[in-house]
């Protein structure tokens, strides 16, 4: 097993947020982090920030209710721009 | 001097609009009325804009408009729609089905006040970012969707997919950090 370097190991902390490494990848983030100290702080942050936006509760609208918006908006500037008869 | 783009104000603030919209009116689909009418008006009165402020601050006003308004009207209903109700017996109070339920709407509406500060401050940081960013961002860490379906639909790799959402998370974190975090 090769030792994961910086980059790698970062973009691994990534994929855990999302649930989407496996128990290798978290293994060698650990292993890494063990004697790195930039990408601890790193993964602590990553994992913070992740917490952060989740406890945020963002709310958001669907793509859906965007294209019914970005409809609306479209109709109203044909008719703003139209010239007045 | 600012200008504005509405062709871009659905990507770009809709969901900073309705963030703001939605602990005001507590409904979620009053607050989507109300981001597609400050739409709508802002189009309509865009002469009126002078470029002092930013395109988010300006529709933030008009939304605020169309709140106050929501509620007049709500007022005008309510009064119109009013009937008295009284216990018959003074020991019955507390009866009512409404009364014994909890209010979750309620509980709902103070956790989302809670937060908003910084809700507010991830959707404008979100909006530092560049287009491609902030697309893929948006589209994994805010609707959840898997890496799969946004592979499909941006036609990208997922290494390509991991390479930019790293970007923009590290980005987001640097600009947290320094509006949120201080």
Redesign the interface.
């Known amino acids: 097993m090769k030792f994961p370097r910086c980059e790698k190991t ?2 691994l902390c ?2 855990r947020e ?1 649930k ?1 490494a496996n128990w290798r990848e978290i293994f060698l983030i650990q292993l890494h982090t063990l004697y790195c100290k930039e990408c601890r702080t790193y993964s602590k ?2 994992e913070h ?1 992740h917490r ?2 989740q ?9 859906d ?2 294209q ?3 409809q ?3 109709r ?2 044909q008719h ?1 721009n139209q010239p007045k008869s | 001097m600012t200008t504005l783009n509405p062709e871009k104000w659905v990507d770009r603030y809709a969901d900073y609009l309705y963030n703001y919209a939605i602990v005001r009116v507590n409904d979620h689909i009053v607050a989507q009325d109300i981001v597609s009418e400050t739409f709508l008006s802002g189009l309509r009165g865009r002469k009126t804009f002078q470029g002092k402020s930013s395109e988010r601050t300006w529709l933030i006003s008009i939304l605020k408009r169309k709140v106050i308004d929501y509620y007049r009207k709500l007022n005008t209903q309510k009064e119109r729609a009013e009937i008295s109700v009284s216990y018959q017996d003074p020991e019955m109070e507390g009866d009512w089905i409404e009364e014994n339920v909890p209010d979750l709407q309620a509980q709902a509406a103070d956790e989302l006040i809670e937060n908003e500060e910084l809700r507010l401050a991830i959707l404008e940081c979100l909006d530092q970012l560049n287009e491609n960013q902030a697309r893929i961002f948006k589209m994994k860490s805010i609707e959840g969707l898997d890496t799969e379906t946004i592979c499909k639909e941006l036609n990208i790799t997922p290494s390509n997919l991991w390479v930019i959402l790293h970007r923009a998370r590290k980005n987001m974190m640097e600009c947290l950090e320094k509006n949120w975090f201080k």
Do not use: G, N
């Open positions: 970062t973009s990534d994929k999302y989407e942050k990553s920030f952060v936006l406890d945020s509760a963002l709310q958001h609208l669907s793509p209710q965007k019914v918006l970005k609306q908006i479209e109203e500037m703003v």
